[in-house]
């Protein structure tokens, strides 16, 4: 028997959960299509949020012969099976072609389907779960419309969910329950995915037991349900979605923010990721204005890697909160990008001679170290000379940020007269 999403998935766009924005009243792609304008379609989002479902129902409505391809199993014989279809008597109106996982494809793949795509003998809706721009060849992307598909609320889910447990029910002749807090249990275990809640749903028909009327509990839902329903693939869209988030609530000074998608992460078993971001952080966005919070950081995560997973979870909540409260400062950060801009423009190509290395033989015999002045030779270990190559010699790469800490370094470097004016 199919998966209880197969067996009701909806045969109309009215029948569908969530994705209001693209194919309810007034939604962008259903707009498109009730005018009868059939484009080339990309569907891009988490999987169990209807991509499969709209391009059936589009299908189903187009009058083109449909074939059907998954890119993790499809080869290019089977692309050329698809074309042989083009050129029969059931191909007359074009072929639309589903592919589904199209992130698969190589790019030889992907270019095998431009000329039909362009002469209107296919017409392409592909299905993805990773973001396009990343996957899709230039040359296809550009002939194709992209329609991202979001996450499932809860709210939606639960009357995918009521659906379902009459659907069972018909099937089983029971009259089986479960209440509106359960069903809204399973509705959030689901991550916005349908397919995981109905399939939960359907588990926990069973598991219930034979008894026609009997109640479907949260206890039931909790003993079905893996310790964590978050678990992410860590090579996937969502996975950087998420490391990113987590960067910019920290950058933000959210510390409720960072706690949460921290434990996404490793809620997910996604340990390595997570200590990897957490340091990053340290330095670029805390960076000279708490210039200790890397060090601090780095004992944290030091701890996470010996302690493991679940223990790991708390110095890296120590960390995260750390880095949230703390002043920010990208100053450091910035100042590189700056001065990377000149080397990888070929500028300060000849050290100033007076910084050259002279620990070696015929060194000073080409003037290397010539006129260097020691600097501890002088009050306040400071005297002035230049140290950028000639053509950046007036370059300002760093800007004393505005924190506590930067300022008081400011002040210094006014003090001895070492402070820059800016360009």
């Known amino acids: 028997m199919n998966p209880l999403a197969d067996r009701i998935r909806p045969e109309s766009f009215e029948d569908m959960v969530g994705q209001r924005h693209l194919l309810g009243e007034g939604g962008a792609l259903r707009r498109i299509l009730d005018v009868g304008f059939l484009p080339n379609m990309i569907f891009y989002g988490p999987p169990g949020t209807g991509k499969t479902t709209a391009a059936n129902i589009i299908a189903r409505t187009s009058g083109k012969t449909l074939c059907r391809l998954n890119a993790t199993t499809a080869s290019l014989s089977d692309i050329r099976d698809v074309i042989g279809e083009t050129r029969g008597l059931f191909g007359t109106e074009g072929v639309l072609l589903y592919l589904d996982e199209i992130q698969y494809f190589n790019k030889k793949q992907q270019q095998s389907l431009l000329e039909f795509i362009e002469d209107g003998r296919i017409t392409l809706i592909a299905s993805t779960t990773e973001n396009p721009s990343f996957y ?3 040359a296809l992307l550009s002939r194709c419309s992209v329609f991202e598909f979001h996450a499932v609320d809860a709210k939606d889910i639960k009357e995918a969910l009521k659906r379902g447990l009459a659907r069972l ?14 069903l809204g249990v399973m509705a959030q275990s689901g991550g916005g995915d349908v397919r995981r809640s109905l399939g939960l749903l359907e588990n926990a028909f069973y598991a219930v037991g034979r008894d026609a009327e009997a109640v479907i509990t949260a206890d039931l839902i909790k003993a079905l349900m893996p310790a964590s329903m978050a678990a992410f693939d860590r090579d996937g869209d969502a996975h950087y979605d998420t490391l990113s988030a987590l960067q910019k609530s920290i950058r933000g000074s959210d510390p409720d923010a960072a706690v949460f998608y921290l434990a996404k992460l490793l809620e997910g078993g996604d340990l390595f990721s997570a200590c990897r971001r957490l340091l990053v952080i340290a330095s670029e966005d805390v960076g000279a204005a708490y210039p200790m919070a890397a060090a601090v950081v780095q004992a944290c995560v030091t701890s996470a890697r010996e302690l493991g997973l679940p223990e790991a979870r708390i110095p890296l909540a120590n960390a995260a909160i750390l880095l949230a409260t703390a002043p920010k400062s990208n100053s450091a950060y910035m100042a590189y990008e700056l001065a990377a801009q000149d080397v990888r423009a070929g500028r300060g190509q000849r050290i100033p001679s007076h910084l050259r290395d002279t620990h ?19 009050p306040n270990h400071y005297t002035a000379q230049q140290y950028l190559p000639d053509d950046l010699a007036k370059s300002v790469y760093y800007t004393y940020g505005d924190n506590k800490t930067e300022q008081a370094a400011a002040a210094y470097a006014e003090r001895i007269g070492a402070k820059k004016s800016e360009k």
């Open 136 to 138: 899709i060849y230039n």
């Open 169 to 182: 029910n018909e099937e089983n002749e029971t009259r089986k329950q479960a209440d509106d807090a359960v």
């Open 360 to 378: 070696y033989e015929g060194a000073q015999a080409m003037g290397h170290g010539e006129g260097y002045r020691y600097p501890h030779d002088y």
